[in-house]
């Protein structure tokens, strides 16, 4: 079953982004890779409150994925989910924070 089978059938939510894909193919490249994906994201995405939501589900599923594999990778991982997670909590608008809320608990 690949992520976005999982969360549909799993969790109920429905993917809307390629973050999940974009993350793994930058794993293969290192983890400065990873954190450029994450800038790129974050800079054209930063303000479309859904996919910054989806963008903190796809950093919080990858330091699991990685933990206890590659302890490295999952702490950049930890490292960019706060970081997404604390530019969420701060910036988004009422309605925004309610729907980040409820989609990732």
């Known amino acids: 079953m690949d992520w976005k ?5 799993e969790l109920g939510y429905e993917p809307i982004t390629t973050f999940w894909e974009d993350f793994s193919n930058a794993e293969g490249f290192g983890h400065d890779a990873v ?3 994450y800038d790129r994201a974050m800079k054209e995405w930063h ?3 859904k996919f910054l939501t989806e963008l903190v589900i ?3 599923h990858k330091i ?3 933990y206890q594999i590659d302890d490295s990778l999952a702490r950049v991982y930890d490292e960019l989910w706060k970081k997404a997670a604390e ?3 701060t910036n ?3 309605k925004e ?3 980040y809320y409820k989609t990732i608990d």
């Open 87 to 89: 530019f969420a909590e």
């Open 97 to 99: 924070l309610e729907y």
């Open 35 to 37: 954190r450029n994906t």
């Open 58 to 60: 796809v950093l919080n």
């Open 5 to 9: 089978e999982m969360m549909s059938s």
């Open 47 to 49: 303000s479309d409150y």
């Open 64 to 66: 699991w994925d990685w």
């Open 92 to 94: 988004l608008t009422e």
